[in-house]
């Protein structure tokens, strides 16, 4: 395998968004890549069976796999080394030093990533960092005020959309709505919180919520969301833990909200999109970009002192005017092909490698 010129280390070893992004990356390309994965979890094995072209390789000790890229580096003819998350950034900093004519790139999706002491004011000219959102880019430039800005580029995540569309006939005399994603204090379980308690307190109309993601007991604020739940009078709450099969539990509500103003590019947005279920938030965070790209910035809150009225105010408009925003939702569906096709966003991605 001469031919190959690019190393991709992913280092988590699971199977969650970036690792799914990278797998559709690897199965889509034309091109062939020296593919690093921790052994840690389930996420090698997923890709040797997806009978991908690519030379795969698990790694247990990271201090072994950037001395073998080193040697790689050293006596191969590589040329760019593709980190699909921050986690890694100090040893690529340090291949960087000792490679300075070839290309590093770190693709940054965490909020955690973007802090001084990872980052450090410091990339190297032949390295690049490539942020899933502009949220994110502007995390970076805040942590690290020194940077060279010319080096961090935005390319938001493709969607691919494979499923029919749902026809779910809404309830009149009920609004029902959908909350995707681990019950955790980083999923918002807190704004959650405060938004069902105005709601019980202060609208008369009767509320389904339905929660699908695992939920994390021993977490404090999740402790305190439970005991909200248990004072609710006209607030039906149900947790419905994780489901494989989105289709499925798109079926069971109207309006999806997502409660971390802070997320940097959630998923869920598009999936809902593409189910054509309107979607509430804070426009914020990378949620604020996504509904830029449908022209859904109306749907949207900001995140003041009267948030949870706000939200209330949002939810009860959508619900009243349901089909004119499925109408509106419909017709945006070429903006999958537009804005978020795969093909577009390899070529992006791989136009930085040498």
Same mark, same amino acid.
């Given at each position: 395998?001469?031919?190959?010129?690019?190393?991709?280390?992913?280092?988590?070893?699971?199977?969650?968004?970036?690792?799914?992004?990278?797998?559709?990356?690897?199965?889509?390309?034309?091109?062939?890549?020296?593919?690093?994965?921790?052994?840690?979890?389930?996420?090698?094995?997923?890709?040797?069976?997806?009978?991908?072209?690519?030379?795969?390789?698990?790694?247990?000790?990271?201090?072994?796999?950037?001395?073998?890229?080193?040697?790689?580096? +050293?006596?191969?003819?590589?040329?760019?080394?593709?980190?699909?998350?921050?986690?890694?950034?100090?040893?690529?900093?340090?291949?960087?030093?000792?490679?300075?004519?070839?290309?590093?790139?770190?693709?940054?999706?965490?909020?955690?990533?973007?802090?001084?002491?990872?980052?450090?004011? +410091?990339?190297?000219?032949?390295?690049?960092?490539?942020?899933?959102?502009?949220?994110?880019?502007?995390?970076?430039?805040?942590?690290?005020?020194?940077?060279?800005?010319?080096?961090?580029?935005?390319?938001?995540?493709?969607?691919i959309k494979n499923y029919n569309q749902l026809s779910?006939?809404?309830?009149?005399?009920?609004?029902?709505?959908?909350?995707?994603?681990?019950?955790?204090?980083?999923?918002?379980?807190?704004? /959650?919180?405060?938004?069902?308690?105005?709601?019980?307190?202060?609208?008369?109309?009767?509320?389904?919520?339905?929660?699908?993601?695992?939920?994390?007991?021993?977490?404090?604020?999740?402790?305190?969301?439970?005991?909200?739940?248990?004072?609710?009078?006209?607030?039906?709450?149900? +947790?419905?833990?994780?489901?494989k099969d989105k289709d499925e539990l798109f079926e069971?509500?109207?309006?999806?909200?997502?409660?971390?103003?802070?997320?940097?590019?959630?998923?869920?947005?598009?999936? /809902?999109?593409?189910?054509?279920?309107?979607?509430?938030?804070?426009?914020?965070?990378?949620? /604020?970009?996504? /509904?830029?790209?449908?022209?859904?910035?109306?749907?949207?809150?900001?995140?003041?002192?009267?948030?949870?009225?706000?939200?209330?105010?949002?939810?009860?408009?959508?619900?009243?005017?349901?089909?004119?925003?499925?109408?509106?939702?419909?017709?945006?569906?070429?903006?999958?092909?537009?804005?978020?096709?795969?093909?577009?966003?390899?070529?992006?991605?791989?136009?930085y490698f040498n």
């Open positions: 395998m001469s031919h190959i010129k690019t190393i991709i280390i992913s280092p988590s070893g699971g199977y969650y968004g970036s690792e799914q992004i990278l797998h559709e990356h690897l199965i889509y390309t034309e091109k062939v890549f020296k593919v690093f994965v921790s052994r840690n979890k389930n996420y090698i094995s997923i890709l040797r069976q997806s009978n991908l072209k690519h030379s795969i390789t698990s790694f247990k000790s990271v201090k072994w796999l950037y001395f073998q890229i080193f040697l790689l580096l +050293f006596f191969k003819d590589y040329k760019t080394v593709y980190c699909n998350e921050g986690g890694h950034i100090r040893y690529l900093k340090i291949l960087a030093r000792c490679f300075p004519r070839k290309t590093f790139i770190v693709h940054i999706r965490l909020v955690e990533d973007t802090k001084a002491n990872r980052i450090k004011n +410091f990339i190297t000219t032949n390295m690049r960092l490539i942020t899933v959102s502009h949220f994110i880019r502007c995390e970076i430039m805040k942590q690290n005020p020194k940077i060279n800005s010319s080096k961090i580029e935005t390319v938001h995540d493709y969607y779910v006939m809404p309830l009149k005399d009920i609004v029902r709505i959908g909350v995707i994603g681990r019950v955790t204090s980083a999923k918002g379980v807190s704004f /959650a919180g405060e938004f069902l308690d105005y709601w019980d307190r202060h609208i008369s109309k009767k509320l389904e919520c339905y929660f699908y993601g695992d939920v994390d007991k021993e977490n404090t604020d999740v402790q305190i969301f439970n005991r909200t739940v248990e004072s609710l009078s006209n607030v039906s709450v149900s +947790f419905k833990g994780f489901i069971t509500f109207d309006i999806a909200i997502h409660f971390n103003p802070y997320e940097p590019f959630p998923r869920i947005y598009f999936d /809902a999109m593409s189910r054509i279920t309107p979607v509430i938030g804070f426009n914020s965070g990378g949620i /604020a970009e996504q /509904a830029q790209i449908f022209g859904f910035e109306k749907h949207l809150v900001e995140k003041t002192v009267s948030w949870p009225k706000e939200m209330c105010r949002r939810v009860l408009e959508i619900h009243e005017n349901i089909e004119k925003c499925k109408k509106e939702i419909t017709e945006k569906q070429y903006l999958f092909d537009n804005k978020l096709d795969i093909k577009k966003y390899i070529s992006k991605i791989e136009s």
